[in-house]
């Protein structure tokens, strides 16, 4: 089995509530940036255009900052999976600037065998294509997607795959001792 993993709530922590802080504090910035952000995960859009959509200056190195936490254990669980040889892959909403970051500071990366940046690859979760990619870059196959959004999960389900609910290592841990 093939397992596919989310980044941000799953490897990477959610967003940093201090580093949101220092960009604003104000519900229209805050409904606009959740607005216009599919459109710049997906690769639409240029940050500078996801930035005038905002309706503010560029924030993108605060923007990266704010994504860049990452959680120990689970990037320890991936080098686990990958020296037991289980094939593992990634499938992340994430915008090209952030994409970059990531590729230079995190070797863990090298571990998966398949990197679909929602970026890269024109599509974003939830959307059928995301995951249609994913099986197509890795030939098919039984493929358990790890995501800690539900309708993420749910929408794997539909194209095929396995799907479990990101709600912490330990269940994840559990999750895949009982299937692999």
Known sequence: MIVLFDMFGVIAREQSPEVMAS??????????????????????????????????????E??????SRVDDEMVALLGELHAAGRRIALLSNIPEDHARNF??????????EVRGFSCRI???????????????QLGGGDILFVDDRLENVRASE??????????????LRACLQSTL
């Not at 599919?38 to 500078?48: F, N």
């Not at 590729?103 to 998966?112: A, G, M, S």
Request: proline share 7%; glycine share 10%.
């Open 122 to 136: 024109g599509h974003a979760k939830p959307e059928p294509g995301a995951f249609e990619w994913c099986r197509e």
């Open 62 to 67: 605060l923007d990266v900052q704010s994504w």
């Open 158 to 171: 539909r194209a095929g795959m396995r799907g479990h609910h990101f709600t912490g290592i330990e269940n």
């Open 23 to 60: 960009m604003s504090t104000s519900p229209e910035f805050w409904g606009a940036y959740w607005a216009h952000r599919p459109a710049y995960d997906r690769g639409d859009v240029t940050a500078e255009e996801y930035w005038a959509l905002v309706g503010h200056p560029p924030l993108v």
């Open 103 to 112: 590729e230079r500071t995190y070797e863990w990366l090298d571990l998966f």
